[in-house]
């Protein structure tokens, strides 16, 4: 209820309505009574008091349908119905009808001491700048940040308070760009809450993602920037927007040359009517179908990548046999064992090495494995043919299960018409967005580099994509204009300073990056953060909102890869991605892997290593023109830019050469990768080597190629650090069709069965009887190996259980005598540690019980010490009376920590 006195006599009775205004002639405030007699009456506010008034300070002012917040000095609210406004700049009051505004508390996050530690950071860069240019970006940043909007939702405020809001996802998703069963998670997730991060691997998808997500928020009607340091990142954007027809929606900001040239060439509104646009909710019943045919699309890419594994370890154990003059094993069909019970039963055959065949074995084999006739068991070479036979019987087997569930897979997806699903989807997404936006998006009169900004809420309306840098987003937006949304792109690049302008300029923010490829390199201020989670020295602004948000974070990984060949993927797959990758790329039998050892000797000199170079020459000679089908050309990279230049003065003219950084973004058909580095004492020091053996420099390296990766590097220069060189050295001798490449004296685990074998002997043992178990002891050791792996030193390796010797040591090796290759035969190692990529034995954990004080049991002790010895194996003997074996086992692992 509103009362109305006029000269303190009360007026509210008598009038049917009343208005405030500003008159300009008197330059006062008026109030003017209107009656029902359809008189008015006009005095000046000051003769007037109106109930209820009330006053603020210092608050954000936001008018309906604006994205701009004015800040305001002071405002008196009369009746609920009119604002009268005051600015500090201004002297006259503005008069605003409520229906129309609204006025918020402003956020106190810049009086904070997390944002007062980046105006510090900011600061001191400009004091350490080492040229003009670089003084003058670094003091654009600081003037930013202080420019930079107060509104208490912006994604600044839940950042620097580590708050992260939860959002509806609302109407239903479109997808006009296609989708996979990852990308769909991303966008879902990317809804759903303030701030949220899609991870996104080399060659997964990240631009499409980053495109689906755009056409919500577009669908919305909505604004969104675009931002990034990597102007590639963002360009790939711009030009997919282009081949839909969609990128007269982007306004490219940023720099002043950026803006002149996007004024000079502003894209028209299409003028024609867009498609009939299908209902959303047929394009939701379009993509419910979709989700399990999504789920088995992924489902046979990861058969065929574990089919392909399979086919390499069965083609190793048939060389293995080979080699150890084992004939090809007798067709055990006629058993009708499973994988499982298959390992199972070598668990079982392990278990009765050195005994005879007993009453309750035979029971044991007749129950569980419906072997009746007990002959290939009797004594101990029938029970190693039979053993070896079921190591062949596991691969046939499992090969055949897998080869029937990727035909029911590749089934089901034409029975459910996926491919027409897909395109029906995103046919029908694009004309929905297109028939939304032509209701939405109009041509707005003209717009140029100096105006733009006086009328931002019309410009945004009409163009509400901008790109920009993060450097220059809050000089290209209106003053105290928040946005819906930013992405922000290649975030793992990103300083967290300036990142944060970007989160000052908006309400949600979506981080897209990848932890596992190159970092930022940040300026160092030597400034302490006050929580290590904002260290700007310490970690990107992706690694920061990882450390800010925690569980809270939504995250995404893009699962599945379309860039590389399998086979080169797969090494960072499995080497940085923990298997997690899905590669959708064929594999046809070709050749992706070459690995070019330069001859011994040190070659380098500073950051140029010429004999790499001369090395590649040699071997390019046999590769003809070196022309690819899809045409993107072969670039050779290095970890510094004088070998990149060195390289660019001798090889073919189609190579494109450059340093690993550089890179990050881009891709060819083949790529050579020359570490540079070789052994002398410079070159092995700690800086050095960390620089270039560093996982992140490797995988992004490794990830540039399509077709053929090259590595060129002298001998054993990396095997020291025990990093990601070596690793990929490792992985490509292992897959490698080239055998001469095989150089060690020892045999890589058939990691396939070892896994299953691993379980088996584990479900062998919880069925023994206590009196029975020769194995108590090596539980220990079991559980004592388990805790050790927790964390990520020993994150490179992995380990087995009872590994026969001649699957670990090569019998061929001349130095072993007769005896030693007898011994080999019938002998088993406790615990063999390996490499995960490459699958090499490093060491032998074996644990000792009472009956190796025996003579006949120090002798065999000693054979295979002399075996493991020659072969380069170190082994750790544990004695099960022995106190400290936790210290010992972690002592002997140590060795292969990562540093």
Sequence with gaps: MVSIYVNEQNKTKQISDWQIWWDDKTKVLKLTCHYPSTKKFISPLSDCRVEPTRKLCDVLMEKQESIVSTPVERVEIYGERYAVVYYSTDARPYVHNMDGVRFVAPTRVKDEPVFDYFQSVAKARVNTAKNATDKQIAANVVSQLQALPVLAGSALQAYCSASNGVQSVGEGLIYPFGINESQLKAVEQAFRAQISLVEGPPGTGKTQTILNILANILLRGQTVAVLSNNNSAVENVYEKLGKSGLDYLVAKLGKDA?????????????????????????????????????????????????????NIERRYLEQWQKDNGIQAPASLAKYHLSPRKTTDLMAYLTYLVGQRLRFKDRLELLFKFRILRTRPFADEDARLTFFNALQSHFYDELLRNKENDLRKCNEALARGNFNSLLEAL????????????????????????????????????????????????????????????????????????????????????????????????????????????????????????????????????????????????????????????????EDNGEAPLRLVVTAKGNHARKNINFREVDSLLKVLEGDGDGAWVDGDGRGLIAPFRDQATLS????????????????????????????????????????????????????????RAKHRFTLVTGDEVFARNNGPVAALVRYIEYYAEDKEIQRAPVVSAFDLLYKEYDQSLERLRSRL???????????????????????????????????????????ENPQLTDREREFMRRSSCDFVIYFKVGKRPLGVIEVDGGSHDKADQIERDALKNSILAKSGIPILRVRTVESGIEQKVRDFLAQWASL
Aim: proline residues 5%.
């Design 426 to 585: 995103r046919a029908g997404s694009m004309r929905l967005l297109k028939h939304r936006l032509h209701q939405q998006v109009q041509d707005a009169g003209t717009f140029d580099a100096k105006t733009y900004k006086k009328n931002f809420d019309a410009f945004v309306k009409r163009f509400p994509i901008l790109g920009s840098s993060t450097h220059s987003i809050v000089n290209s937006i209106a003053s105290g204009a928040v946005l819906d949304y930013v992405i922000i792109d290649e975030a793992s690049q990103q300083d967290i300073v300036p990142g944060i302008l970007a989160l000052g300029c908006a309400k949600n923010l979506i981080v897209v990056g990848d932890t596992k490829q190159l970092a930022h390199i940040p300026a160092p201020t030597g400034l302490s953060a006050p929580v290590l989670s904002y260290d700007c020295e310490r970690y990107s602004l992706l690694d920061s909102c990882l450390q800010v948000f925690g569980d809270a974070l939504p995250k995404t990984l893009l699962k599945e890869h379309y860039r590389c060949h399998p086979r080169i993927i797969q090494f960072c797959n499995q080497q940085f991605y923990s298997d997690a990758l899905v590669p959708m790329t």
């Design 258 to 310: 950026n803006r002149k040239d996007f004024f000079a060439n502003v894209l028209p509104v299409p003028s024609g009517e867009p498609e009939p646009a299908p209902p959303m909710e047929e394009i939701q019943g379009v993509l419910e179908q979709l989700k399990g045919l999504l789920r088995d699309q992924n489902r046979a890419a990861q058969l065929k990548a574990e089919i392909d594994e399979l």
């Design 769 to 811: 009887r206590a009196q029975d178990s020769r194995y108590v002891s090596e539980q220990i050791m079991a559980q004592i190996l388990r805790e050790a792996f927790v964390g990520d030193s020993l994150q490179a390796l992995k380990w087995h259980k009872q590994v026969a010797l001649n699957r670990i040591a090569v019998a």
């Design 648 to 703: 660019k003065a001798h090889l073919p003219a189609d190579f494109v050469t450059d340093t690993v950084h550089k890179f990050q973004g881009r891709e060819c058909d083949e790529i050579v990768f020359s570490t540079v580095l070789d052994k002398k004492q410079y070159n092995q020091s700690q800086n050095r080597l960390s620089f270039v053996d560093d996982s992140r420099m490797v995988n992004v390296a490794v990830s």
